[in-house]
Nanobody, 126 residues
């Protein structure tokens, strides 16, 4: 089992920045990829970014490329999502998730991730 706890959400003005953290505990050696997803009001949960736990390879959805950066600190069992140039469209609950299967590609579908955090709210005001 892997437990994930997100933090770092909050209220920020458009153009501002936030850094989300996701601390993993439990059987962290089983993690292959950590992903960030978000769910905006009235919308489905969508993929934001992913990083391989060992190699650090990254993948982003187009709407956040150049603004968001995913990273990880293996010594701290923590993944981060640095979010810059935030817009009101980025308002959502942000979730981190862990995939324990090696796939040969970076997963971006909800069903590919086994473990999920409880989410952290990000609100961007205009």
């Amino acid at each position: 089992q892997v437990q994930l706890v997100e933090s770092g959400g909050g209220l920020v003005q458009a153009g501002g920045s936030l850094r989300l953290s996701c601390v993993a505990s439990g059987r962290t050696s089983s993690i292959d990829t950590v992903g960030w997803f978000r769910r905006a009001p009235g919308k489905e949960r969508e993929f934001v970014a992913a990083i391989t736990w060992r190699g650090g390879f990254t993948y982003y959805t187009n709407s956040v490329k150049g603004r968001f950066t995913i990273s990880r600190d293996n010594a701290k069992n923590t993944a981060y999502l640095q979010m810059n140039s935030l817009t009101p469209e980025d308002t959502a609950v942000y979730y981190c998730a862990a995939d324990t299967t090696w796939r040969g590609y970076l997963p971006s579908r909800v069903q590919e991730y086994v473990y999920w955090g409880q989410g952290t709210q990000v609100t961007v005001s205009s």
